[in-house]
């Protein structure tokens, strides 16, 4: 059984008003959540189970997939707590440049 990990824990911040209420994959494209799409294309390639990991609003995935499945296939949710505050990253990334990388 092919299993797939599908991110699914990230604020969103760039979508926002949109991701004030859902989480980034669950917004709807074309009727469907943008983790839909995903999950076809995914069980297309052989994936028969997923696992995915939730931080923002992880109640409005048990909504959008009740019974944690998709397509009768299962879906195992692994809440992640946020564990690094944007404050202690953001320096890090100020700081590196890229001729320090090339």
């Not at 911040?13 to 983790?35: D, E, F, N, S």
Request: glycine letters at 6%.
């Amino acid at each position: 059984m092919q299993k797939a990990f599908v991110l699914g824990a990230g604020l969103g911040t760039r979508l926002r008003p949109l991701t004030w209420q859902r989480p980034k994959p669950l917004i709807p494209v074309h009727h469907r959540p943008l983790a839909d799409w995903a999950f076809a294309h995914l069980q297309a390639a052989g994936v028969r189970e997923f696992v995915v990991n939730t931080h923002h609003l992880p109640a409005e995935w048990a909504r959008c997939f009740p019974g944690n499945t998709w397509e009768g296939y299962p879906i195992h949710f692994r809440h992640d707590r946020c564990c690094w505050k944007q404050a202690e990253v953001w320096p890090m990334f100020r700081t590196c440049s890229a001729t320090e990388h090339a």
